[in-house]
């Protein structure tokens, strides 16, 4: 069964920390993403990975940045987290022609 | 202009009876992907089914089918026999298969209520 974990399901950080997400899958995917979630704004793209050490801006990068220093490993880093950081963020991989990407449980950040 | 468009932010179904959620899409790319996410409140994005453009038939899974137009680029969501478990978010994506590197574009969602 495909499996992508993350690091936390809850997460309170204070506004300033260095915030870490991570995401791990077990299939072998090349490809890797990190979205995150907001009331009525839908999924919107951060950061995605389509090999190790390979990585590309998506739409909202300003704030994050990623590593990827192993296939199934996919970092989300958030260097002095602010309140406007405070949102679900969800991790998915997939094969480069893959039908769908997998998702993880997601994480539930919240900056105070 | 937005890629991926779901009208309904909100819509109700008498249990055991059939829902449409509503897609249209925009892209200049001939091959591209459809899929339908389903969301319950705990948070995991559920994969449900997908349609690939050249796909000829309508993709079904079970209780979900999707009802692919291709000329009028819609690609809404019909669930038969409505479960209260099918109450949930359920987000259209969108991937272009030959531009975007193997991303995809999510609509805003649609938030389904099922009534006993």
């Known amino acids: 069964d495909v499996k992508v974990t993350q690091s936390s399901r809850y997460l309170v950080k204070r506004t300033g920390e260095k915030v870490f997400l991570e995401c791990v899958q077990d299939m072998d995917h090349e490809n890797m993403f990190w979205y995150r979630q907001d009331p009525g704004l839908g999924l919107r793209l951060i950061y995605f990975?389509?090999?190790?050490?390979?990585?590309e801006k998506g739409d909202i990068p300003e704030g994050y940045s990623v590593s990827r220093e192993k296939k199934e490993r996919f970092s989300l880093i958030l260097e002095s987290a602010s309140t406007n950081q405070t949102s679900m963020y969800l991790c998915?991989?997939?094969?480069?022609?893959?039908?769908?990407?997998?998702f993880g449980p997601g994480t539930r950040l919240l900056v105070l | 202009a937005q890629k991926i468009t779901q009208t309904q932010p909100g819509m109700f179904v008498q249990e055991k009876e059939a829902v449409t959620l509503d897609c249209t899409y925009d892209?200049?790319?001939?091959?591209?992907?459809l899929f339908w996410y389903k969301q319950p409140s705990s948070g995991e994005m559920i994969f449900l089914i997908y349609q690939g453009s050249y796909d000829q038939q309508n993709a079904t899974e079970g209780r979900y089918s999707l009802n692919f137009q291709k000329a009028r680029k819609s690609a809404n969501l019909v669930i038969s026999a409505s479960q209260l478990g099918d109450s949930a978010m359920y987000f259209c994506?969108?991937?272009?298969?030959?531009?975007?590197?193997?991303?995809?574009?999510f609509g805003d969602g649609t938030t389904l209520t099922v009534k006993p």
């Open positions: 994506a969108m991937r272009e298969l030959n531009t975007n590197a193997g991303k995809s574009t």
């Open positions: 998915a991989s997939s094969t480069p022609v893959g039908e769908t990407q997998y």
């Open positions: 892209t200049s790319d001939p091959s591209y992907g």
């Open positions: 990975s389509y090999d190790v050490k390979m990585k």
